[in-house]
């Protein structure tokens, strides 16, 4: 069975950091665009980021620019989302995911075209 899993969440206060993990079961991220995506309660699923296939190309949303970075460990078969200077406006459920086209550095990253999701982890800021 096909599985994207999420871990690392967790409550920090702001200015802190936390890095999510994405584990593929079963599907091997090196050949995928890894995307992550958040959503807040009472809100829609925010523009998010990815990752391409060769770990190189990656494009964030403007609200994290600068924050957040991306990276692979193709070994362990998982993506990281390292989140640095996290604000209060950064808690959410974070979702991983996966498509198989490619991650543009220009397009806002929407959740088209990704067929597979993991089962999203929490992340709470908050003094």
């Known amino acids: 069975q096909l599985q994207l899993v999420e871990s690392g969440g967790g409550l920090v206060q702001p200015g802190g950091s936390l890095r999510l993990s994405c584990t593929g079961s079963?599907?091997?991220?090196?050949?995928?665009?890894v995307g992550w995506f958040r959503q807040a309660p009472g809100k829609e699923r925010e523009a998010g980021s990815c990752?391409?296939?060769?770990?190189?190309?990656?494009n964030f949303a403007d609200s994290v620019k600068g924050r957040f970075t991306l990276s692979r460990d193709n070994a362990k078969n998982t993506v990281y989302l390292q989140m640095d200077m996290l604000e209060p406006d950064d808690a959410a459920i974070y979702y991983c995911?996966?498509?198989?086209?490619?991650?543009?550095?220009?397009?806002?990253?929407?959740?088209?075209?990704?067929?597979?999701w993991g089962q999203g982890t929490q992340v709470t800021v908050t003094t």
């Open positions: 995911t996966r498509k198989s086209t490619y991650c543009s550095a220009t397009v806002p990253v929407r959740p088209i075209q990704y067929d597979l």
């Open positions: 079963g599907v091997l991220l090196d050949r995928h665009v």
């Open positions: 990752l391409g296939t060769s770990g190189g190309r990656t």
